[in-house]
């Protein structure tokens, strides 16, 4: 009986035949073989590439473009981060109604050490924080004052204003009392490269 034929019908010999035993030990070992083959891709290919790697990276900013009062959104980490340059009108409207806040010393660990001061930024009239609402993740709206806006206060000092809920939060993303979201909004690692340049992602120290 040759191999080949042996090969071909493995059941024509007994359970204890010799060459039965060594085909089922080959067929073992390559079938061994081709699922080793086939998980190594399948591994590897969970590995981060570039591109996810990159989404986590610091991002640079020139802010020189934003006029007073203007805003600028950028993403870092596949969120939108807002950058204000506030004016001096806007910083003054941040107090006199520290009463109506939920965290108006912004006690709640939602930004860096060095942005928990009353304008929540490393410079005053530079408010960078992340654009998201705290209660269900919904982008809130910026809202001027004295905009005759329907869902704000005859008296609104300027701010965001959250359409999904109704969530409103000053010029320094700190929370309204009574409303919706838990917290003020998130204040992202951030610092400055030089007068105009901003970098996102990383602390300012």
Partial sequence: MSHVATLASPSASGPDDPERRVWLLASGA???AAVAATAVPLVSSFAPSDRARAAGAAVE???????????????????????LRRTPEQLAALTGHEADLADPQSVVDQQPEYARNPARAVRPEVFVAIGICTHLGCSPNAVAAASGHPSVPTDWPGGFFCPCHGSTFDLAGRVFKNK?????LEIPPHGWLGAA?????????
């Fill in 61 to 83: 900013v020139d802010v020189s473009d934003i006029p007073p009062g203007g805003m600028k959104t950028v993403e870092w980490r596949g969120k939108p981060v807002w950058i």
């Fill in 30 to 32: 390559a079938g061994a």
């Fill in 197 to 205: 340049k901003l970098r996102i992602g990383e602390d300012q120290s």
């Fill in 180 to 184: 919706p979201a838990p917290t003020n």
